[in-house]
């Protein structure tokens, strides 16, 4: 059975404190990773794709890495505003939803303090 | 600015009431889904569906069902709606083999 392991549950940071959040996961044919942020009270918001262990994403202070085992999201500098639950997701043959269908962590809430 | 939109973002009805969810979304995306999400426990898959009329069970479809008539439109349906039903309803489309675009989710509480 697949699964998705998101650590930690929670993390607290200072505003310009750097940190990084895991995914590791365990499943067979991995189809592609999938990082979301999800604000309180909405829907998850898309933030990275990756499909090959090496593989690396950037976007503004957020950077999406990959291994054969995990995935981590490394977080330069945080500000107040990068203040969310931050989700990762795998596509594999086994999906729930079918071909397409993805499995999803728990997520890790972040807070970045002033 | 492609869209997911979900009807109404708070929701409160009695038990037993049958309950309509509407999602509908602008992408011309062939795939779906419907998850309910729930402190501790994550996102969880109720039904999806694959094209107009197709409908495939997730993890927990009991006390649920969907419709999917047009394209656009994905709705899923509480047959008789109970307090373990409580909980934010996402919907979320996709094109084969691509990431999912969510709608904002409802906020449903049954008393």
């Known amino acids: 059975e697949d699964q998705v392991t998101q650590s930690p549950e929670a993390l607290r940071l200072q505003e310009g404190e750097s940190s990084s959040l895991n995914c590791s996961y365990t499943?067979?044919?991995?189809?592609?990773l999938f990082w979301y942020r999800q604000d309180p009270g909405k829907g998850p918001e898309f933030l990275f794709t990756?499909?090959?262990a090496g593989e690396e994403k950037e976007k503004e202070r957020l950077k999406a890495t990959l291994t054969k085992k995990e995935s981590f999201l490394h977080i330069t500098a945080p500000k107040p505003e990068d203040s969310a639950t931050y989700l990762c997701?795998?596509?594999?043959?086994?999906?729930?939803?079918?071909?397409?269908?993805?499995?999803f962590g728990k997520g890790t809430h972040l807070i970045i303090q002033p | 600015d492609v869209k997911v939109t979900q009807s109404s973002r708070y929701l409160v009805k009695r038990t037993g009431e049958k309950v309509f969810l509407e999602c509908v979304q602008d992408?011309?995306?062939?795939?779906m889904f419907w998850y309910r999400q729930d402190p501790g426990l994550g996102l969880r898959l109720i039904y999806f569906?694959?094209?107009?009329?197709?409908?495939e069970k997730g993890d927990i479809p009991e006390g649920y069902s969907v419709s999917r008539e047009k394209k656009e439109r994905f709705s899923l349906i509480l047959e008789s709606a109970s307090t373990n039903q409580t909980s934010m309803y996402l919907c979320?489309?996709?094109?084969?083999?691509?990431?999912?675009?969510f709608g904002s989710g409802t906020r449903l509480t049954v008393v």
């Open positions: 499943v067979s044919g991995l189809r592609g």
């Open positions: 992408m011309d995306h062939e795939n």
């Open positions: 569906s694959y094209d107009v009329k197709m409908k």
């Open positions: 979320a489309s996709s094109l084969k083999a691509y990431g999912y675009t």
């Open positions: 997701a795998v596509r594999t043959k086994n999906s729930g939803g079918g071909a397409d269908g993805l499995t």
């Open positions: 990756l499909y090959s």
